[in-house]
């Protein structure tokens, strides 16, 4: 048995290598097809049936680009069964191909708005709960999602999504944390309501000098003095660094010096 298993795991290697050397269509498809099969065999005698539709989908959609909905159909349902087992090699070309289903029609904003969101969450857990080189991998991973995402996601959208979640639970140190990585990565949406929302509610869970300082950047470039000055103070007295406290006592000053023009 793990003979046989070991042969259908190679299987579509060696078919990869013929695929790419292939120059005739039809001969192509034939092989693409039977490498297909071969991940069929893998889930119907040894299971994993989530893994090696995950693999089945990316491989199809490095080989055949004209399928691009069946890969990603293959994609999406090993993703729904794997869950936060999927492997950190699926979310970039799963995405990547959502983009080109949404650039096509295929889908809608929403749709791959809503995939987006899941994907965020998925390699947002893995990045937590992984060590060393997996992580490494993660990270890298996280930061093809966040690249990928530009365009896909607007403030907008992530307010909407996460406006009730956050305020019907605005202790969760969790959940704080992540909508703010999102919103971060999103130009223009550290200054919006949502973030601000956010960062103070973290700022009481786990207040230091910096987070202080960036809320009182943005309640500054909001014209909202009166809470820029309270967050300049709470930096300058967490702080530890000489050279930011002097900046922070300095914009403190500009803000009483507009005051009184």
Do not use: M
Request: one cysteine or more; hydrophobic letters at 35%; proline letters at 3%.
């Amino acid at each position: 048995q793990c003979a046989k298993e070991q042969t259908l795991a190679d299987g579509p290697i060696i078919y990869d290598y013929f695929i790419k050397l292939e120059k005739d269509p039809a001969k192509r498809k034939a092989y693409i097809d039977s490498a297909l099969e071969v991940y069929d065999a893998r889930i119907k005698y040894f299971n994993k049936e989530g893994f090696n539709l995950g693999k089945k989908g990316r491989d199809l959609l490095e080989w055949d680009s004209t399928r691009l909905d069946e890969a990603v159909a293959l994609i999406k349902k090993s993703i729904d069964l794997e869950k936060y087992k999927t492997t950190v090699y699926t979310p970039t070309p799963y995405l990547s191909a959502l983009r080109k289903q949404w650039a096509n029609g295929t889908i809608t904003k929403d749709q791959i708005v809503a995939e987006y969101l899941l994907l965020l969450d998925l390699v947002d857990y893995n990045v937590k709960n992984s060590t060393g080189k997996t992580l490494e991998s993660w990270n890298i991973t996280q930061q093809n999602i966040i690249s990928l995402g530009v365009g896909i996601a607007d403030c907008e959208t992530f307010t909407n999504f996460f406006k009730p979640k956050v305020e019907s639970d605005p202790t969760n140190v969790e959940l704080l944390e992540k909508v703010s990585v999102y919103l971060k990565s999103i130009n223009g949406c550290t200054c919006t309501y949502i973030y601000l929302f956010v960062s103070q509610k973290l700022f009481v869970q786990k207040p230091d000098a910096e987070s202080a300082r960036t809320l009182a950047q943005a309640f500054a470039s909001k014209n909202q003095e009166s809470k820029a000055v309270t967050y300049y103070n709470k930096a300058i007295e967490l702080g530890t660094d000489a050279t930011k406290k002097a900046e922070d006592h300095l914009d403190l000053a500009k803000i009483a010096y507009g005051n009184k023009l």
